[in-house]
């Protein structure tokens, strides 16, 4: 018989505490459905069967799922709604590298291809589809995706179809995603998509820093998103805000929007701190980022876009901004030419407006800034202001490269080009209302096993 056990039922257990959005009523241990933590036995159909055993609690207080210390190698398992994934301390999930764990799926609609090569995609590690109340939490317990294979044959072209991500939620309502150390994902590590009300909260996520595509949180076609207290060695973009790829985004129309990140740490030499776009064709607006570092880093918040993506990028807010060792403090482009088709069309050209700068810190930067809008659809209502940038000994006699923008800057060093000409006065905009997802207070859980 199942050993199944209702939360503080007894005080001989060992009780472990964590926040989450939800508590749950019924709790169950990995190991009391015959996973082995030895890193050699694999543990899918365990995982994928504790899983479908519990979803039945979910009308009945939710079920959570603890993960023992040990290494429980699997392929990839699918969540339910109402329930928690919790990693203790000492546990390590371990992705296999046997390719036949990670079963296919479909393309995405508003991607209209695998975003690696034309074929479908694999599952990620983790997966849910149309879920509700949804945790995936964990006192620093980890997620290792094991990808420095992955990473290999995918730079051989080795590939025709998509890598699995680490975790991806799609098309789900009430996701919680925190306090985990997640270790090198075959690509992507965090992938909400077509969701809502989402918290990233307190996770460590490192990859190597010449790893492929290893973006850390990518929001994506998503609304009303937390991402705070993270701290993120990638060897992309840290955060990349995305929305969808050309006709496929722009068709299917959902925007990434109502996004707060807050108190995140990236280590990138080769992207950026914060990405929006380059998929950004169903729309990404309403962007608010504060408090933010980067360190040794290519860039910091970078919009990436091009003629065929449609959409629109506006509405961004960014304030308490310190960078340290970066190749340009400020950059955006407007020929990020990546199309998932030949044919695409030029027709299809994006709006990118309203893109605010403050209070940025910046100490030995090699380029100031690089900003280059579209021939004929310049990005504008750029505004930077109280920002200071010490430059390093590659400096050249140009700091700043402008083409195709407009804007205003005010207490700007070194001085700005004149497409942002100098407005005294000037304080960029950050919006003084909340969010709906911040005032989500998390509850105290707690379960004995």
């Not at 007894?10 to 508590?23: D, F, G, H, T, V």
């Not at 805000?241 to 929007?257: A, E, F, H």
């Not at 709006?351 to 659809?377: H, P, S």
Request: glycine fraction near 8%.
């Amino acid at each position: 018989m199942l050993s199944l056990r209702v939360a503080e039922c007894s005080l001989r257990s060992k009780k472990l505490a964590y926040q989450a959005i939800n508590c749950r009523k019924h709790t169950a241990v990995l190991t009391d459905f015959g996973a082995v933590g030895d890193g050699k036995t694999l543990n899918t159909k365990v995982f994928n069967a504790a899983i479908r055993n519990l979803s039945r609690y979910a009308l009945d207080g939710g079920a959570q799922l603890i993960v023992p210390p040990g290494r429980w190698l699997t392929g990839s398992f699918n969540l339910t709604s109402h329930f928690t994934l919790f990693i203790e301390k000492g546990a390590v999930i371990l992705g296999t590298q046997d390719e036949s764990q990670w079963p296919p799926l479909p393309v995405l609609p508003s991607y209209g291809r695998g975003r690696d090569a034309p074929g479908g995609r694999l599952s990620a590690l983790i997966f849910g589809t149309n879920l509700t109340d949804v945790v995936i939490t964990g006192n620093n317990g980890t997620i290792d995706g094991q990808g420095a294979t992955w990473w290999k044959k995918y730079l051989a072209k080795e590939y025709n179809v998509t890598r699995p991500y680490l975790i991806e939620l799609m098309y789900s309502n009430q996701i919680q995603i925190s306090d985990l150390t997640l270790l090198d994902s075959p690509s992507w590590f965090v992938h909400p998509i077509y969701s809502s009300n989402i918290i990233v909260k307190g996770l460590t996520i490192i990859a190597s820093i010449y790893s492929a595509n290893t973006d850390g949180v990518d929001p994506d076609s998503c609304s009303n998103v937390r991402i705070e207290d993270c701290y993120i060695v990638s060897g992309d973009d840290c955060i990349a805000v995305k929305s969808g790829w050309d006709q496929y985004g722009y068709k299917l129309g959902i925007p990434t929007q109502h996004l707060i990140i807050r108190r995140v740490t990236c280590i990138s030499p080769f992207s950026a701190l914060i990405a929006l776009g380059s998929e950004m064709s169903g729309g990404i607006q309403d962007v608010r980022a504060e408090d933010i570092t980067a360190i040794d880093t290519e860039s910091a918040v970078r919009v990436k876009t091009a003629v065929g993506r449609g959409g629109y990028v506006k509405d961004i807010y960014v304030r308490r901004m310190t960078l340290k060792n970066m190749k340009y403090a400020f950059w955006m482009a407007g020929n990020y030419n990546q199309h998932p088709d030949p044919n695409f069309d030029l027709k299809a050209i994006p709006e990118i407006n309203g893109i605010n700068y403050r209070d940025v810190v910046a100490t030995n930067v090699t380029f100031a800034g690089r900003l280059d809008g579209i021939t004929g659809d310049p990005f504008t209502g750029i505004c930077i202001s109280n920002v200071t940038m010490t430059m390093n000994l590659k400096e050249n006699k140009l700091p700043w490269n402008c083409t195709d923008i407009a804007g205003v800057t005010s207490k700007v060093t070194p001085k700005p080009c004149a497409s942002l000409p100098e407005k005294l006065g000037v304080n960029c905009a950050f919006p003084t209302d909340r969010l709906p997802i911040e005032d989500v207070q998390l509850k105290t859980c707690s379960s004995a096993r």
